[in-house]
């Protein structure tokens, strides 16, 4: 087989003029390991390798930085192409993706996919031609009848790709290799439906999960969400609070809310904040929201609560 290995590198500068960034890139294309320079920024690296095997005829695996605002018009021509996004966010044909989600276009299909503003994204992404596209792309439809679904455990989708770049000399492989490398890839995504998750396994990864979370609620209860406990410690949302109820029983956003009316039944009792200052202090914009979620709880108001803790009619409003 024939091995390529390109490395895009680019730099950026702010201007005045457009409040924008402005970017240069170079090209240079290693044809050995020994000419890598892994210590190097790059905005783009991959390998390309060309096979006389029907099954594979070109395969590419590569790791896309995206500067803000980039936009890229393609056609993959009789290319699978499979895209695994391990950080930030943009759009495919105007739809919305994150960190946490796989999608892919078929041979022959138009696609524009166009990076964040504030939060450009990285990805991982193959592209295979040859009679085993056919094979993959009937294992992505078994998945699912939509182009884009839930990517699992997608750090470890970015450092096993550092693996095959820097590490492994693929184009010193076979086919057969290059199958089992693309299934490797296939079984982290999941459909958007019911999410068929291995079985949880390892009680003391769990507790590490369950602990890291509980600190970040104590630390941000007005502002916390599951999507910042998730993006927390690098797993997307559903995986996240699958993990999380497993070993609490309770959802993540259910023992938020409890940790805020924990706080707020404690701060009735030991303070003279008003309630209204109370609901302010963890998130809720609307006082009649604190209100429910409390008494939903305790089964009176807070006010009630407070008149009955402190045995005083005169409460703080």
């Known amino acids: ?63 896309d930085y995206s500067y803000p605002n980039q936009t890229i018009r ?21 739809e919305p993706f994150s ?6 276009t078929r041979p022959l299909q138009k696609h524009t996919i166009q990076s964040d503003p504030d939060d450009p994204y990285v990805s991982v992404w193959i592209y295979v031609q040859g009679e085993y596209a056919n094979y993959v792309e009937n294992e992505l439809i078994k998945k699912s009848n939509s182009t884009t679904m839930t990517l699992n455990n997608y750090t470890d989708v970015l450092e096993l790709t550092k693996t095959f770049l820097f590490t492994i000399n693929l184009a010193e492989t076979s086919t057969s290799y290059l199958k089992h490398l693309i299934n490797i890839y296939l079984s982290y ?34 502002t916390v969400t599951v999507a910042d406990l998730a993006a927390n410690q690098r797993y997307n949302v559903k995986y996240f609070s699958r993990l999380f109820a497993s070993a609490t029983g309770m959802k993540p956003a259910e023992y938020i809310t409890d940790c805020r009316i ?21 998130g809720y914009e609307h006082r009649n929201g604190f209100a429910t979620a409390f008494k939903k709880k305790y089964g009176c108001s807070p006010t009630e609560y407070r008149r009955k803790t402190k045995g005083s009619n005169k409460v703080s409003e």
Not at 192 to 219: C, G, H, M, W
Request: net charge positive; aromatic share 12%; glycine share 4%.
């Open 189 to 222: 995504i999941s459909p958007n439906n019911e999410l068929d998750y291995p079985e949880i396994f390892a009680t003391q990864k769990i507790t590490r999960l369950v602990y890291a979370a509980k600190t970040y609620i104590s630390k941000n209860l007005k």
């Open 262 to 282: 924990e706080w707020a039944k404690n701060s009735l009792e030991h303070s003279d904040l008003s309630v209204s200052e109370i609901s302010e202090a963890i």
């Open 99 to 104: 960190a946490g989600q796989f999608f892919y």
């Open 74 to 94: 393609d056609r993959c021509e009789g290319r699978l192409f499979l895209n695994f996004i391990v950080k930030g966010k943009g759009t495919i044909n105007g």
């Open 1 to 63: 087989m024939k091995f390529t290995h390109c490395d895009y590198k680019y730099k950026s500068a702010s201007t005045n003029a457009t409040k924008g960034n402005i970017h240069s890139r170079k090209m240079r294309v290693a044809s050995s390991r020994a000419d890598l320079k892994q210590d190097t920024e790059y905005y783009a690296s991959w390998i390309c390798i060309y096979a006389t095997d029907k099954d594979i005829t070109e395969f590419n695996l590569g790791i």
